[in-house]
């Protein structure tokens, strides 16, 4: 038996490719809770996320050389078989790329609710600064003319 019949590719290849597919649901979840202001419930998604990805990295730890064996087996499988895991990898690219696509721009929308954040918190601070500057100049005018009893 050789070791290329070990190795069951269309098998592993879905494995990833379901991977590749959770991380792109969670990855529109994430997007729709940024546009929702839902931080409670994104930290819930980043946190599944997270163990997904840590799922994916343990899947992928068992077979180091995966990607290294595959380009050498990849000849020598039957056409049926070699074709399978060609369309699945395909497939998984394409959402892959999706998923790059989704994080992108949720990051970008974190990026720029954080900087319009900071803008209004600088503008609050200088508003009250502006409030405190008036309030101390007129202060002694203020007092003078409401104190009606000096």
């Known amino acids: 038996m050789t070791a290329t019949q070990l190795i069951d590719y269309p098998k592993l290849f879905a494995v990833r490719l379901e991977y590749s597919r959770a991380l792109l649901k969670l990855s529109l979840q994430q997007q729709d809770l940024i546009q929702q202001d839902d931080y ?11 163990r997904l990805l840590g799922q ?4 992928t730890r068992q077979l180091p050389q995966l990607w290294e064996k595959w380009k050498t087996d990849r000849d ?13 990898l395909q497939e998984s690219e394409a959402i892959l790329s999706e998923l790059l ?10 990026i720029h609710r954080r900087d319009q954040t900071r803008q209004q918190l600088q503008s609050l601070n200088q508003g009250g600064k502006v ?11 203020t007092h003078r003319h ?5």
């Open 40 to 50: 409670t419930s994104l930290l819930d998604v980043l946190g599944q996320k997270q």
């Open 101 to 110: 696509q989704n994080e992108d721009t949720s990051t970008q929308s974190m």
């Open 146 to 150: 409401l104190n009606v009893d000096q």
């Open 131 to 141: 409030s405190e500057a008036y309030r101390d100049s007129l202060a002694p005018v």
């Open 56 to 59: 994916l990295d343990q899947y």
């Open 76 to 88: 020598r499988l039957p056409a049926e078989q070699r074709e399978t895991c060609e369309a699945i």
